[in-house]
T-cell receptor
Framework: NAGVTQTPKFRILKIGQSMTLQCTQDMNHNYMYWYRQDPGMGLKLIYYSVGAGITDKGEVPNGYNVSRSTTEDFPLRLELAAPSQTSVYFC????????????FGEGSWLTVV | GENVEQHPSTLSVQEGDSAVIKCTYS??????FPWYKQELGKRPQLIID?????GEKKDQRIAVTLNKTAKHFSLHITETQPEDSAVYFCAAVYSGGYQKVTFGTGTKLQVIP
């Protein structure tokens, strides 16, 4: 198993641009999450999904959108990028909803200039 | 909502000494408490967890204790080694009808050879 794979690993965006962070997992997990981690800070939940076709907001959803058309894929869309969205983004998945091991992707370093 | 405080933010110990990281949480309904280790530039990985019906759990040099009454839990690392150097995150999870995970802000542990 590859686990959780996210792309790109690094990206520089200009203010106002849009982009999609891709995430896929091959563990047949129903639950998937997107977190952001600002420098020296903890993880903040952006969006999560409990299964294909079902998504919900986390703590910091503003400026982002997600979709979950398949069990495997959970892309994160940034619309109109702002400097405040400069962060490291982690996609993650788990077998059970939160109360189980959360497997993280390797992270995507995003800089908005 | 849940609030998780983690202390200290940085910790330096000599190789072979013990390290203790403490977290407090506010929501008495939280019932699952994982600890994640994040090496520099890497993804967070689960190292140990404890559920609310258990007071202590040990895995080789790592142990976690939980005091539900006081709403705090701690990570104990004995016989520290240089490879233990990393950022450690605690989390409090409520996995009932409304499920949510809140991470602490992290502790940067440095083990000095």
């Amino acid at each position: 198993n590859a686990g959780v794979t996210q792309t790109p690993k690094f990206r520089i965006l200009k203010i106002g641009q849009s982009m999609t962070l891709q995430c896929t997992q091959d563990m047949n997990h129903n639950y998937m999450y997107w977190y952001r981690q600002d420098p020296g800070m903890g993880l903040k939940l952006i969006y999560y999904s409990v299964g294909a076709g079902i998504t919900d907001k986390g703590e910091v959803p503003n400026g982002y959108n997600v979709s979950r058309s398949t069990t495997e894929d959970f892309p994160l869309r940034l619309e109109l990028a702002a400097p405040s969205q400069t962060s490291v983004y982690f996609c993650a998945s788990s077998y059970e909803y939160f109360s189980d091991t959360i497997y993280f992707g390797e992270g995507s370093w995003l800089t908005v200039v | 909502g849940e609030n998780v405080e983690q202390h200290p933010s940085t910790l330096s110990v000599q190789e072979g000494d013990s390290a203790v990281i403490k977290c407090t949480y506010s929501d008495s309904a939280s019932n699952y408490f994982p600890w994640y280790k994040q090496e520099l530039g890497k993804r967070p990985q689960l190292i140990i967890d404890i559920r609310s019906n258990v007071g202590e759990k040990k895995d080789q040099r790592i142990a976690v204790t939980l005091n539900k009454t006081a709403k705090h839990f701690s990570l104990h690392i004995t016989e520290t080694q240089p490879e233990d150097s990393a950022v450690y995150f605690c989390a409090a999870v409520y996995s009932g009808g409304y499920q949510k995970v809140t991470f602490g802000t992290g502790t940067k542990l440095q083990v000095i050879p």
